[in-house]
């Protein structure tokens, strides 16, 4: 096991009851078990979820180190690594000291029934990240626990760009701990839906899946064509709503490729400034998706359109990345006859607003809850190196992060992005 020398490093702590976060000296993380990973923070994220935990509206009642979005490079690794471990995640072999990571924003073992199943959200050790149980990234190291299954090498990426193609930026990897995997999964949790697959794959219900033996499809069961076209709406115009659209204008554009089928996008907000930046979002890669394809509307004017495009039918899908109850609201009333909600947000509200008769008046499904981020890394990670024109910036119309800031900064920070008044803010320790 490599040595961490036990002294004090600074970190951004939040204190409760509310809106009260230090710059402080606290100690420096240890290996605690043998699977563990010690981090040394490149750059760390402020993101909207962090504000649940600032305005003091999640259960969290004792002083913790903030963050959950954090890349870095490892100095230090367990004894559960370098030893030979047949059937372990592969990093307990390969992981090794110097080796740049990015880590989703809840721990992952990579070896319980839920992490081997895909969905590593619900993974048997999951924590989430900058809770009392476990540190946070807003700091100059992090102990990761179950590294091995938990920690994505950023060399990874590296492959999967162009020969002679610049490596991503530190800010543009960032984006893998939490938000973009999560508009990945928003989208993907959509297009994988039976309900969306069977227009994809041009074949009516019930015989896009399973039936039983000896029920043969009539000869006619294949969609016409003008049933083969997808409507989708995306609910939050957020960092989390922007990576949303961008993923999933990607992932269908890949689907027409190989299928005759017509998509069309509308990205939703009643904030003047977040349709801005998904105007600017949608300009830049505007040689890939018309104005036909995809426009950016208020609330007013996305009812509208989507009774307009649809013939009044709705959406075949809302992708609602807001979390609260206007979201779900509105993203039922877009949604059509059979349709899907992926929604992603993190809500609050102790009751839904919809009546079980309003659910089953639509046959609407409902898929809800936290990114499986582990799972979505390769796929979000293709994305991130494909659309650089929209990842690779900071603080440009059409990038995602605002500004690069030290830790000096963060009070200040927080009480702007509460605000509203900046955008997504990443914090660089060693300034
Ligand atoms: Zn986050
Ligand atoms: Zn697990």
Redesign the pocket.
């Known amino acids: 096991m490599a040595a961490v020398s036990l002294s004090t490093q600074r970190a951004v702590r939040w204190y409760p009851p509310a809106y009260d976060v230090r710059v402080e000296d606290v100690p420096m993380p240890c290996i605690e078990h043998p699977d563990d990973a010690i981090v040394k923070i490149k750059l760390a994220?402020l993101?909207?979820?962090?504000l649940h935990v600032y305005r003091g509206h999640e259960d969290v009642t004792s002083p913790c180190v903030c963050g959950?979005?954090f890349v870095g490079e490892v100095i230090a690794l367990g004894d559960g690594f370098f030893v030979a471990s047949p059937g372990r995640p592969d990093l307990y072999t390969t992981l090794k000291v110097g080796d740049r990571v990015v880590s989703p924003?809840t721990v992952s073992c990579g070896e319980c029934h839920f992490c081997r199943a895909g969905i590593t959200c619900r993974c048997i050790h999951s924590t989430l990240f900058g809770i009392p149980d476990l540190p946070g990234g807003q700091a100059q190291y992090v102990r990761v626990p179950k590294a091995g299954g938990t920690l994505f090498k950023l060399d990874t990426i590296t492959s999967m760009l162009p020969p002679g193609k610049e490596p991503l930026a530190d800010s543009s990897l960032l984006l893998l701990?939490?938000?973009l995997p999560t508009g990945v999964f928003a989208a993907l949790q959509a297009l994988q839906h039976p309900k969306v697959a069977s227009i994809i794959n041009g074949v009516p219900y019930p015989f896009n899946g399973f039936v039983p033996e000896g029920i043969v499809a009539p000869q006619h069961a294949q969609l016409h064509p003008e049933d083969r076209s997808l409507t989708f709406a995306v609910v939050g115009l957020g960092p989390v709503g922007v990576c949303a659209a961008v993923s999933l204008l990607e992932m269908l554009s890949e689907i027409r490729k190989k299928a005759s089928l017509k998509f069309r996008v509308i990205a939703v907000d009643p904030n003047a400034s977040r349709r801005e930046k998904m105007q600017a979002v949608l300009t830049s890669i505007s040689t890939d998706f018309d104005a036909d394809t995809v426009t950016v509307a208020d609330i007013p004017q996305a009812k509208d359109i989507v009774a307009h495009w649809t013939g009044a039918a709705g959406c075949n899908a809302v992708l609602e990345v807001v979390g609260n109850n206007s979201a779900i609201s509105l993203a039922y009333e877009l949604v059509r006859p059979f349709g899907l909600i992926s929604s992603v947000g993190v809500h609050q509200a102790p009751q839904l607003p919809l009546t079980g008769r309003e659910v089953y008046d639509k046959n609407v499904s409902f898929d809800f809850g936290r990114c499986p981020v582990r799972s979505m890394m390769p796929i979000a990670a293709s994305i991130l190196a494909k659309r650089q024109d929209v990842f690779g910036g900071i603080g440009e119309d059409a990038s995602l992060i605002d500004r690069v800031v030290g830790l000096s900064e963060a009070v200040e920070m927080y009480e702007m992005f509460d605000k509203g008044r900046v955008g997504k803010v990443l914090f660089d320790p060693w300034r």
């Open positions: 994220g993101c909207g979820s962090d959950h979005e924003f701990a939490d938000i």
